[in-house]
């Protein structure tokens, strides 16, 4: 097959997936960077705009085909492989083989495993072993380059038999799966050009020479990737077209000044390659003002040229003086202020410098990445050369522009692939600074199975003022969905209800009406898809407030309620429910049990147990007046904050121990690590003395919280900071002594005999009450109603439960100064 050929194959299944209304991405890879592709509409992006070079896709030293990365949205990828099946032959078109190698850790866990050696050595071991994506380490350059390795394979047998052995095994194939992207498509029948395999998950034939060897035979290799930012796009449409709202993104201007200040804020969380930690402090640091700079952070922002990412945001905003490495280069890296970031910038600085036609500097870009010596030193004497003849520079400055090149071609990244990926972070960033009801319910729709991302998006609802509505029978959809500016939570997000069954439940309410009642709900349900569990987590999340807010007493019922849906369906089943069906009016009462009650905490458990996380409130929120008065912080906030390596910081912290396990360090040192949860979601910390170990395990039993003194240091390449604990205070403890004040802002007199009798039973504390009272003649009267009451975060609740939401106020007078264990 040849280049027009294949340009067509590509043309030919984008055309069809836009006419099938499936998203299809702007195009990455080599090919996606030529004139040829915009113009067929494989790309979206203008290559003449944007700087691409044809060359980087197409010149005449390239033996091998383009390279085409094509995006769809993830839900409709399987019906784009399908229409090319039935276009070319189901007998034409395989997906490729991937083989998965013995890689140092993974070969010395599995040959540990095969000697019986105890799990826990064996994997002390694996971690000795440096992890570095882009340098992997072997076992053998671990022994000479890691003390504490080789130290353990000298004094130790069975661990020298174990390494000797694991070194053998070292990078055989461990086992074979399918390429998650990779297709290929023949002239002919593709058994007669490759051995196939039949891979049990998949009905479609894999070939058996991997992503190297198929197109030496001859085959032609197509990346069709699901991508699910995508769907989220395609979602968030269709929610602003039924507000009649009609967006198209691939014809946003790039230069939108919402969608620069968002950037410029780190406001990213849920923006395409954009939302890491790190990277949304990167952007707060560099301050993008243009497209140019999202491209260029999308290149530098992975190990290796994210080392340039503070000179860059230095030098773009006048912190450090732009320099190039020769004048001549001005040009060519002025958009990156000095800095080589590109591959097409390699490629352009040969050709500047030294004469290459880009087809040449296409090889030198090649021979740089590869490094290998023959290669290198040919292209380096042609290069040097070239410097001469052209631009008489001296061979010594010559070779060092070489070196410098040279390094950063070794990680330069291809241009247009880091601008596909970056329109496509501007059309998400663009959704959310300007409809971030629609974004965030977008988003949330596609990770509704993973908890620890809506927490995530929760949080930051909350922080950008969004409201996050809970969900309810009568107003949620299965998915996240959009009421007014605010965004309502998903029925199916719900742990262990199932998304068909909640679809199945919003069906009978569209049909029938909303829920009335309980017994309404009873009445009209089908009791096959919905089990006990399945109600607990409606009732633990809060569905079932609008109908009956005892959440404690409809979970208590959750078996009764069954009994009355199945009784229902069997009367609509047997045609014993009247000519008109089951009337839920005339159906039995449900009796809930009387003495169902929870407390504030057990409510928060339970709210965590059907979200996978607290949603209205945290148990540390509880003693939010202790923590205000400590100048308590976030994890998420300190995630925030730059710690430079090698340095630490000191902070305060509140936090619910979920769990403690012990370790054992390479030395022998036994220390504690944490589970531990705030408001803005979960982490770990290290625990290395005694003392506060003592009193976080016990938290851990009793499932407590407390105020944590902390020190934060940050690895380089890490987006969170590690935490340690230096001491730990029981915040009921600290509550017990610190004087507390509780001010109840009273609109009607008629309540004060009810809070009155609420606070009988809370004698026998030193806290102060206050009521704020209405007078008949104007004004209010600040009435002290006692200084010995146990006051706390529960008895606040109840009190704003009778005296109105928003009237009560509960402070630390005086916070004690601390006890601090350890």
């Given at each position: 097959?040849?280049?027009a050929?294949?340009?067509?194959?590509?043309?030919d299944?984008?055309?069809?997936?836009?006419?099938s209304d499936?998203?299809?991405?702007?195009g990455?890879?080599s090919?996606?960077?030529?004139?040829?592709?915009?113009s067929?509409?494989?790309?979206?992006l203008d290559?003449?705009?944007?700087?691409?070079?044809f060359?980087r896709?197409?010149?005449?030293?390239r033996?091998?085909m383009?390279d085409f990365?094509?995006d769809?949205?993830?839900?409709?990828?399987?019906k784009v492989?399908?229409?090319?099946?039935?276009?070319?032959?189901?007998d034409?078109?395989?997906?490729?083989i991937t083989?998965?190698?013995l890689?140092?850790?993974a070969?010395?866990?599995d040959?540990?495993r095969?000697?019986?050696?105890?799990?826990?050595?064996?994997?002390?071991?694996a971690?000795?072993?440096?992890?570095?994506?882009?340098?992997?380490?072997?076992l053998?350059?671990?022994l000479?380059g890691?003390?504490?390795?080789?130290?353990?394979?000298?004094?130790?047998a069975d661990?020298?038999?174990?390494?000797?052995l694991?070194?053998?095994?070292?990078?055989?194939?461990?086992?074979?799966?399918?390429?998650?992207?990779?297709?290929?498509i023949?002239?002919?029948?593709?058994?007669?050009?490759?051995p196939?395999?039949?891979?049990?998950?998949?009905d479609m034939?894999?070939t058996?020479?991997?992503m190297?060897y198929?197109?030496?035979?001859g085959?032609?290799k197509?990346?069709?990737?699901?991508?699910?930012?995508?769907?989220?796009?395609?979602e968030?449409?269709?929610?602003?077209?039924?507000?009649?709202?009609?967006?198209?993104?691939d014809a946003?201007?790039?230069?939108?000044?919402?969608?620069?200040e968002?950037?410029?804020?780190?406001?990213?969380?849920?923006?395409?390659?954009?939302?890491?930690?790190?990277?949304r402090?990167?952007?707060?640091?560099?301050k993008?003002t243009?497209f140019?700079?999202i491209?260029a952070?999308?290149?530098?922002y992975?190990?290796?040229?994210?080392d340039n990412?503070?000179?860059?945001?230095?030098?773009?905003?006048g912190r450090?003086e732009i320099?190039?490495?020769?004048?001549?280069?001005?040009?060519?890296?002025?958009?990156?202020?000095g800095?080589?970031?590109?591959?097409e910038q390699?490629m352009?600085?040969?050709?500047?410098?030294a004469g290459f036609?880009?087809?040449?500097a296409?090889?030198l870009?090649?021979?740089?990445?590869?490094?290998?010596?023959?290669e290198m030193?040919a292209?380096r004497?042609?290069?040097?050369?070239?410097c001469?003849?052209?631009n008489d520079?001296?061979?010594?400055?010559a070779?060092?522009?070489f070196?410098?090149?040279d390094?950063f071609?070794?990680?330069?990244?291809?241009k247009?692939?880091?601008?596909?990926?970056?329109?496509?972070a501007?059309q998400t960033?663009?959704?959310?600074?300007h409809?971030?009801?629609?974004?965030?319910?977008a988003s949330?729709?596609?990770?509704?199975a993973?908890?620890?991302?809506?927490?995530?998006?929760?949080?930051?609802?909350?922080r950008?003022?969004?409201?996050?509505?809970?969900?309810?029978i009568?107003a949620?959809?299965a998915?996240?969905?959009?009421?007014g500016e605010?965004?309502?939570?998903?029925?199916?997000?719900?742990?262990?209800?199932?998304?068909k069954?909640?679809?199945?439940l919003?069906?009978?309410?569209?049909?029938?009406?909303?829920?009335?009642?309980?017994e309404?709900?009873?009445?009209r349900?089908?009791p096959?898809?919905?089990?006990?569990?399945?109600?607990?987590?409606l009732?633990?999340?809060?569905a079932?407030?609008?109908?009956?807010p005892?959440?404690?007493?409809?979970y208590?019922a959750?078996?009764?309620i069954?009994?009355?849906?199945?009784?229902?369906?069997?009367?609509?089943?047997s045609?014993?429910?009247?000519l008109f069906?089951v009337?839920?009016?005339?159906a039995?009462?449900i009796?809930?049990?009387?003495?169902?009650?929870?407390?504030?905490?057990?409510r928060m458990?339970?709210?965590?147990?059907?979200?996978?996380?607290?949603?209205?409130?945290?148990p540390?929120?509880?003693?939010r007046?202790?923590?205000?008065?400590?100048?308590?912080?976030?994890?998420?906030e300190?995630?925030e904050?730059?710690?430079p390596?090698?340095?630490?910081?000191?902070a305060?912290m509140?936090?619910?121990?979920e769990?403690?396990?012990w370790?054992?360090?390479?030395?022998?040192?036994?220390?504690m690590v944490?589970?531990l949860?705030?408001r803005?979601?979960?982490?770990e910390?290290?625990?290395?003395?005694?003392?506060?170990?003592?009193?976080?395990?016990?938290?851990?039993k009793?499932n407590?919280?407390?105020?944590?003194?902390?020190e934060?240091?940050?690895?380089?390449?890490?987006?969170a900071?590690?935490?340690?604990?230096?001491?730990?205070?029981p915040?009921e403890?600290?509550?017990?002594?610190t004087?507390?004040?509780?001010t109840v802002?009273?609109?009607?007199?008629g309540?004060?005999?009810?809070?009155?009798r609420?606070l009988?039973?809370?004698?026998?504390?030193?806290g102060?009450?206050?009521?704020?009272v209405p007078?008949?003649?104007?004004g209010?009267?600040?009435v002290?109603a006692?200084?010995?009451?146990?006051?706390?975060?529960e008895l606040?609740?109840?009190?704003?439960?009778i005296s109105?939401e928003?009237?009560?106020?509960?402070?630390?007078?005086?916070?004690p100064?601390?006890?601090?264990?350890?």
């Amino acid at each position: 097959m040849g280049f027009a050929g294949y340009f067509l194959i590509v043309a030919d299944f984008i055309k069809w997936a836009k006419a099938s209304d499936i998203p299809v991405g702007p195009g990455r890879g080599s090919g996606a960077g030529s004139v040829v592709a915009w113009s067929l509409t494989i790309t979206d992006l203008d290559p003449m705009a944007l700087g691409l070079l044809f060359e980087r896709f197409l010149n005449p030293e390239r033996v091998s085909m383009p390279d085409f990365d094509i995006d769809f949205c993830e839900t409709h990828r399987d019906k784009v492989i399908t229409y090319v099946q039935q276009k070319y032959g189901r007998d034409r078109v395989a997906q490729i083989i991937t083989f998965g190698r013995l890689k140092a850790r993974a070969v010395l866990k599995d040959t540990g495993r095969v000697l019986q050696m105890p799990y826990g050595q064996v994997d002390r071991l694996a971690k000795l072993i440096p992890n570095h994506p882009t340098d992997p380490w072997t076992l053998e350059r671990s022994l000479n380059g890691v003390s504490e390795f080789k130290a353990e394979y000298d004094g130790d047998a069975d661990v020298k038999r174990l390494i000797d052995l694991a070194m053998k095994l070292e990078g055989l194939p461990r086992h074979a799966s399918t390429h998650a992207a990779g297709v290929v498509i023949g002239d002919r029948p593709l058994d007669e050009l490759v051995p196939l395999y039949r891979d049990p998950r998949s009905d479609m034939p894999v070939t058996q020479f991997d992503m190297k060897y198929v197109e030496a035979a001859g085959l032609v290799k197509f990346d069709f990737l699901g991508l699910k930012t995508l769907s989220v796009l395609k979602e968030a449409q269709r929610l602003l077209a039924e507000q009649g709202v009609e967006v198209d993104f691939d014809a946003l201007p790039w230069d939108d000044p919402s969608v620069y200040e968002l950037l410029q804020r780190g406001d990213t969380v849920g923006v395409f390659q954009l939302e890491s930690e790190g990277m949304r402090r990167t952007l707060a640091g560099v301050k993008p003002t243009g497209f140019g700079d999202i491209i260029a952070l999308v290149a530098l922002y992975r190990p290796g040229p994210m080392d340039n990412i503070p000179m860059f945001g230095d030098r773009k905003n006048g912190r450090a003086e732009i320099a190039y490495p020769h004048p001549l280069l001005e040009g060519i890296l002025s958009e990156t202020y000095g800095i080589f970031v590109y591959q097409e910038q390699v490629m352009q600085a040969a050709q500047v410098l030294a004469g290459f036609s880009l087809g040449e500097a296409d090889l030198l870009r090649r021979a740089m990445g590869k490094k290998i010596k023959s290669e290198m030193d040919a292209q380096r004497a042609r290069f040097v050369e070239g410097c001469a003849t052209n631009n008489d520079i001296s061979a010594a400055k010559a070779n060092e522009l070489f070196d410098t090149i040279d390094k950063f071609a070794g990680y330069g990244f291809n241009k247009s692939h880091a601008a596909g990926y970056a329109l496509i972070a501007y059309q998400t960033a663009w959704l959310k600074a300007h409809h971030p009801a629609e974004f965030y319910a977008a988003s949330m729709s596609f990770d509704m199975a993973l908890t620890d991302k809506l927490a995530l998006f929760v949080d930051d609802m909350r922080r950008g003022s969004v409201e996050c509505l809970a969900p309810d029978i009568n107003a949620s959809a299965a998915h996240f969905t959009v009421e007014g500016e605010a965004v309502r939570y998903a029925l199916g997000a719900l742990k262990g209800v199932g998304e068909k069954a909640m679809e199945a439940l919003v069906e009978e309410r569209d049909r029938g009406g909303s829920f009335n009642s309980l017994e309404d709900f009873a009445a009209r349900i089908d009791p096959r898809i919905l089990n006990r569990r399945q109600l607990e987590s409606l009732a633990g999340g809060g569905a079932f407030d609008g109908i009956k807010p005892d959440r404690a007493a409809v979970y208590a019922a959750a078996e009764t309620i069954l009994a009355h849906a199945a009784s229902a369906y069997d009367q609509k089943t047997s045609g014993q429910a009247g000519l008109f069906g089951v009337n839920s009016a005339e159906a039995a009462p449900i009796r809930l049990p009387r003495d169902a009650s929870w407390t504030l905490a057990q409510r928060m458990v339970a709210e965590r147990d059907a979200f996978g996380f607290y949603f209205s409130a945290h148990p540390v929120d509880a003693q939010r007046h202790l923590l205000a008065a400590h100048k308590v912080r976030t994890f998420a906030e300190l995630a925030e904050i730059h710690i430079p390596e090698g340095e630490r910081a000191g902070a305060t912290m509140a936090a619910l121990v979920e769990g403690v396990r012990w370790r054992v360090s390479a030395r022998g040192r036994r220390y504690m690590v944490a589970s531990l949860s705030d408001r803005s979601g979960q982490f770990e910390a290290t625990v290395f003395d005694d003392e506060p170990s003592a009193a976080m395990e016990s938290a851990a039993k009793a499932n407590g919280c407390g105020l944590l003194t902390v020190e934060l240091d940050r690895r380089g390449g890490d987006d969170a900071p590690r935490v340690t604990i230096k001491r730990f205070q029981p915040l009921e403890a600290l509550a017990e002594k610190t004087r507390l004040q509780l001010t109840v802002r009273v609109a009607d007199a008629g309540a004060i005999p009810l809070l009155v009798r609420e606070l009988a039973d809370a004698r026998g504390g030193s806290g102060t009450v206050r009521f704020i009272v209405p007078l008949a003649t104007g004004g209010t009267a600040n009435v002290l109603a006692g200084r010995d009451f146990r006051l706390d975060g529960e008895l606040a609740a109840r009190i704003e439960r009778i005296s109105g939401e928003g009237s009560v106020d509960l402070s630390a007078l005086e916070p004690p100064k601390l006890a601090l264990v350890g």
